[in-house]
């Protein structure tokens, strides 16, 4: 039985044009969907790194916040006047009309709501 071998420059050369046969395709995907088209997304923990979270995926439509503290909450609701407020995350995993939920919590909170 005989191998072929394979050079370093062909497994790079058919990597590459894989890779970029992938990326044009992903591209074209995205632009059949209308930009008027957002995510409702739930973020689970609004405060510290969790803002800063909030903040990057503010262009999409938020709605739902949760966080422990009032507070917090509180300040985030402000520029999310139409999401629905919890202090637990299990009622915000029930809500339906979810695309995705940002979970900014410490280590031991995050994976139970991950895992929901």
Same mark, same amino acid.
């Given at each position: 039985?005989?191998?072929?071998? $394979?050079?370093?420059?062909?497994?790079?050369? $058919?990597?590459?044009?894989? $890779?970029?046969?992938?990326?044009?395709? $992903?591209? =074209?995907?995205?632009?059949?969907?209308?930009?008027?088209?957002?995510?409702?997304?739930?973020?689970? =923990?609004?405060?510290?790194? =969790?803002?800063?979270?909030?903040?990057?995926?503010?262009?999409?439509?938020?709605?739902?916040?949760?966080?422990?503290?009032?507070?917090?909450?509180?300040?985030?609701?402000?520029?999310?006047?139409? +999401?629905?407020?919890?202090?637990?995350?299990?009622?915000?995993?029930?809500?339906?009309?979810?695309? =995705?939920?940002?979970?900014?919590?410490?280590?031991?909170?995050? +994976?139970?709501?991950?895992?929901?």
């Amino acid at each position: 039985m005989r191998h072929s071998q $394979t050079s370093r420059r062909d497994f790079l050369k $058919t990597s590459a044009l894989g $890779t970029a046969l992938w990326v044009s395709g $992903t591209q =074209g995907l995205q632009a059949a969907k209308s930009p008027n088209e957002k995510l409702n997304l739930g973020v689970i =923990g609004v405060g510290g790194r =969790g803002r800063a979270n909030l903040n990057n995926v503010a262009t999409e439509n938020i709605v739902a916040l949760c966080d422990v503290d009032d507070t917090r909450l509180g300040q985030a609701a402000e520029n999310h006047k139409s +999401a629905k407020k919890y202090a637990d995350y299990r009622e915000l995993l029930q809500q339906d009309d979810l695309d =995705g939920v940002v979970i900014a919590t410490p280590d031991h909170h995050h +994976a139970p709501a991950a895992i929901r």
